[in-house]
């Protein structure tokens, strides 16, 4: 499934801050599982730093609510104050390209905040395509007949399934940069949700 709204594979010579982030500590996961925390955080990164008051304007929630958000999304390491203003006027960025993590953890604690986090996901995706249906007829004719949905079902081992997921997420990959660098975003790009579940 595909709408216009944010998106792997890295190598340890990358930059952290280009990574995809593999969460394994259940407190990394329960902190993200919030729907505010995480409509900062595609904020951020499609529009770069923003500070606390913005956020909250964009996302109707106070300030100081938005403050408190932010600061327990530095806490865990997902934003990090970026230069200039102070106080609530100091603006924030997006640290790293995107999390992954495993459902089965080690430990029933970090199983359940995992299964949390997949959840508040799978939402965010399901409400990102109803956002879409309701607004669809807002957006011009090549974006209509671009987007798409598919829905198959197959035979495939558990390996062939891996695989699969695994070159989605490489074809993804390609565009990863442009989420965070507004540099790379070639002329007409709109942001795009990709949604895919297995």
């Known amino acids: 499934m595909t709408t216009p709204s944010e998106p792997s594979t890295t190598t340890a010579d ?3 801050k280009r990574q995809r982030r593999q969460l394994t500590d259940a407190k990394e996961m329960r902190a993200l599982a919030h729907p505010i925390r995480v409509a900062a955080l595609e ?8 500070t606390a008051t913005q956020l909250g304007d964009i996302l109707d929630e106070s300030p100081a609510n938005m403050s408190f958000h932010l600061r327990t999304l530095a806490r865990h390491g997902f934003v990090e104050e970026a230069p200039g203003g102070t106080g609530r006027e100091r603006p924030w960025c997006r640290v790293g390209i995107g999390n992954s ?6 430990d029933a604690a970090t199983t359940s905040a995992a299964v949390g986090l997949a959840r508040n996901m799978a939402q965010r ?14 957006y011009g004719r090549e974006w209509r007949d671009a987007s798409f949905e598919c ?20 074809l993804l990959d390609r565009y990863a940069d442009r989420a965070t660098d507004r540099g790379l975003r070639p002329h007409g790009a709109m942001p795009v949700t990709v949604a895919i579940i297995r």
């Open 43 to 50: 904020l951020l990164s499609r529009e770069g730093p923003l």
């Open 14 to 16: 990358e930059p952290p």
């Open 125 to 138: 995706a399901f409400d990102r395509r109803n956002e879409w249906e309701l607004t669809r007829s807002g």
């Open 101 to 106: 993590f495993e459902i089965d953890g080690e």
């Open 151 to 170: 829905f198959t079902t197959t035979y495939l081992t558990a390996d062939e399934l891996r695989e699969m997921g695994e070159e989605m997420t490489r």
